[in-house]
């Protein structure tokens, strides 16, 4: 991903999609109403990215100016990679095999903002899109006490990893609302880059 992109562009795209969001608001003369929302995800296992396969979960706020237009803030934490799958990776790459090694292994935490359009097809069911960008946060401790390969013993080796950044996250979801004030939201989620994620999101709302 493009740093320039992430850093120039899309916060100036959020910046003038909040803008609009609280215009239209006013033109409209609709109440802005702001919300809490908090669930579960499923993510597929992605060694690469260090996501594993299970659950983690969504938690934050959101705004919504109009029926359309709205914003949110999120916080998500990724189900951890299990350290064996890193372990298997390693080898295969360094064609070496670990027979003394402590891994550690913690959920990738992503922080977003997200610029919301919402779509009504009638008065319980509406269509969601988002799109915005993501504060990542990766990290992995690993001590190889000893690996070895057909020539060569390695003994004390650090491969811990940390890494942060930002890349664009796009959600498409449905919004079912039985009741005002309580309402839930089924969707997929992709976060992009380096430490990218990929999760089925069901979360329950509640609108002040």
């Known amino acids: 991903m493009n740093p320039t992109f992430i850093s120039t562009y899309l916060p100036k795209f959020l910046i003038t999609f909040l803008a609009l969001g609280i215009s239209t608001s006013v033109v409209s003369q609709e109440s802005m ?22 659950l983690g979960y969504r938690v934050g706020v959101g705004f919504q100016f109009n029926r359309t237009v709205g914003l949110e803030l999120g916080f998500d934490s990724a189900a951890p990679v299990e350290p064996a799958s890193l372990v298997a990776v ?19 935490s992503y922080t977003s903002i997200m610029g919301t359009l ?21 990290e992995t401790t690993s001590d190889i006490q000893l690996a070895v390969d057909e020539l060569f013993n390695y003994f004390n080796v650090d491969l811990s990893y940390k890494d942060h950044g930002n890349d664009r996250i796009l959600s498409v979801g449905m919004h079912v609302s039985p009741k005002r004030q ?3 939201e089924l969707s997929i989620q992709k976060i ?8 089925v999101n069901g979360v329950w709302r509640y609108r002040f």
């Open 33 to 54: 109403n702001w919300y809490t929302f908090g669930g579960l995800s499923f993510y597929g296992d992605n060694v690469k990215s260090r996501v594993g396969d299970g």
């Open 90 to 108: 390693y080898e295969e790459a360094e064609n070496v095999t670990l027979l003394n090694y402590s891994v550690d292994t913690l959920s990738n």
């Open 118 to 138: 919402s779509f009504p097809l009638d008065e319980r069911f509406t269509l969601i899109g988002k799109i915005g960008y993501a504060r990542y946060r990766v």
């Open 182 to 184: 309580y309402s839930f």
């Open 192 to 199: 992009f880059g380096d430490a990218g994620a990929q999760s």
